[in-house]
């Protein structure tokens, strides 16, 4: 699998999205973000973790 992201690029990517007010959801974001969800998924066990390590509860 090719990451198109750093890991800190990917919780910079997940807290804009939650300052823009955009949804978190896991189907949301992998269809509207592919590449973030992959690189997330890459670096951290789960959508979830990569939430909360982007200081998002």
Do not use: T
């Amino acid at each position: 699998m090719e990451v198109e992201m750093s890991m800190d690029e990917v919780v910079s990517s997940i807290n804009q999205l939650h300052s823009d007010g955009q949804m978190l959801a896991k189907k949301k974001v992998k269809k509207s973000h592919p590449e973030l969800m992959r690189s997330a998924l890459h670096y951290f066990p789960s959508w979830e973790h990569a939430i909360r390590e982007s200081g998002i509860e």
